[in-house]
């Protein structure tokens, strides 16, 4: 396999997002959970984006993971990869954004890295280096309460700098309008200042085309899908994708129960989780009890079981802002995310057991303890739910056929749950 691109998703849902981008744009590609081991049997792709589960773990460990997954896509023979972050550049002071852009960058040799989350498609723009979700800068946004990663800095040439060792500046809407060679200018103007890093501006699609031609010609780049779709438009552009096989996946059904599991607490999944009570019956945690050691999973399962053979479930830990913060104040938050996510975890496993082979699930960090328990090393991308949601079938799970849908928080409209599965049949 020679691959025309690989990628490093520092998030499960982030990883099929991209894959789901990138299988648009017509490259074939395959979604890996954690670096494949050697006996997977991968089809003949353009891309593969391996997933991590590195966003809000200790940098180092993100580090010499994404390192891993670096080297055997580079092994692969892919010339470019591309460090797929969240289009909210979720992350803290400590990182994980800035060290392992600043790893990657060292094994590379690139002088330079082009840094951007803009993907305007799903309303996240960058203006003189500061991230817009919607209409509103990052800080006003609803991430500003976000349970692992609070955004308090819309600047990402601030918030970058403050992560990294290198020095972080910007390349401006003006100069990206101005067309691919005025970008190039500026990078080598910077790159010969002593600059590492820059964010670069892109408000609309177009924008993105620019960069991701530019990008090519780096060994790295850090970005969301937007960067993902620049990359994967100037590939086709170049011809250097290899023609002939198809990208169809199969689309025969699986059939099964269907079940799904909501550890998101955004602002998006609260609503759909409101709207999913209309046409499904919803058990909500406690998730006082969970963090308690209680053992709220086998009592959600036992509810589960008893329903699943008359139409699809679903189960939520979420919970409003001021819930999470109290709860984050009396257990600690780190803690209380991951007594949850495990419980999540449990729950997807005991669902599997008990038949299930359809199962939605709203949550990065949740999507991610979910995969890795079921233990399911990689994925095809499918139809497209909602905009950076796909189906995905399961390559070599030990369960079998399987259907997933792994959704970042904010993704999906209002009745995301049931457009899911109607999709997953
Ligand atoms: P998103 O995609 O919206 O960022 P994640 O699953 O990545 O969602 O992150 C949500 C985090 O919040 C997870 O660590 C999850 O375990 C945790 N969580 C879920 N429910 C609650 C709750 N009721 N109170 C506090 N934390 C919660």
Sequence with gaps: MTLALGCIADDYTGASDLANTLTRCG?????????????????EVDAVVVSLKSRSIEAAIAVSRSRAA?????????????????????????????????????DCGDRIVLVTPAFPETGRTVYQGNLFVGSVPLNESPLRDHPLNPMHDSNLVRVLARQSKTKVDLVDLK?????????????????????????????????????GEVALE??????????GLGLARAL??????????????????????AACLAGSCSHATLQQIA?????????????????AGGDE??????????????GPILIAS???????????????????????????????????????????????????????????????????????????????????????ALKSGNFGGPEFFSDALKLMR
């Design 318 to 404: 979420s919970s409003t802002p001021d819930q999470v913060a109290a709860l984050q104040a009396r257990h600690g938050r780190n803690a209380t995310g991951h007594a949850i996510e495990q419980a999540m975890a449990d729950l997807a496993e005991g669902l599997v057991q008990s038949g299930v082979r359809r199962l939605v699930v709203a949550g990065g960090e949740t999507s991610g303890a979910v995969v890795d328990r079921l233990g399911i090393p990689g994925f095809l991308v499918g139809a497209e739910i909602a905009a950076g949601v796909p189906v995905l079938r399961a390559v070599g799970a030990k369960d079998g056929e399987m259907l997933l």
């Design 27 to 43: 490259l074939r590609t395959v979604q890996t959970i954690g670096v494949p081991a050697d006996e997977l049997k991968l089809p």
């Design 175 to 211: 100069t990206v309008t101005r067309g691919a060679d005025a970008v190039r200018a500026r990078l080598s103007e910077l790159s010969a200042r002593g600059f590492g890093a820059a964010i670069v501006d892109a408000v609309f699609d177009h924008d993105l085309e620019t960069i």
């Design 70 to 106: 670096d080297k055997w896509l580079r092994g692969r023979g892919a010339a470019h990869v591309l460090f797929k972050i969240c289009s909210t550049f979720d992350s803290t002071d400590a990182g994980n954004i800035g060290p392992v852009m600043d790893a990657l960058r060292h």
């Design 236 to 257: 086709v552009a170049s011809r250097k994708l290899k023609a002939g096989a198809s990208n169809a996946v199969s689309d025969a059904p699986v059939g099964g129960p």
């Design 297 to 310: 999973a086998s009592r959600a399962l036992a509810w589960a079981k008893g329903r699943l053979n008359e």
């Design 218 to 227: 780096h060994r790295l780049s850090v970005g969301a899908s937007g960067v």
């Design 275 to 291: 709207q999913a009570e209309q046409v499904m019956p919803v058990l909500h945690l406690d998730p006082e009890r969970v963090v």
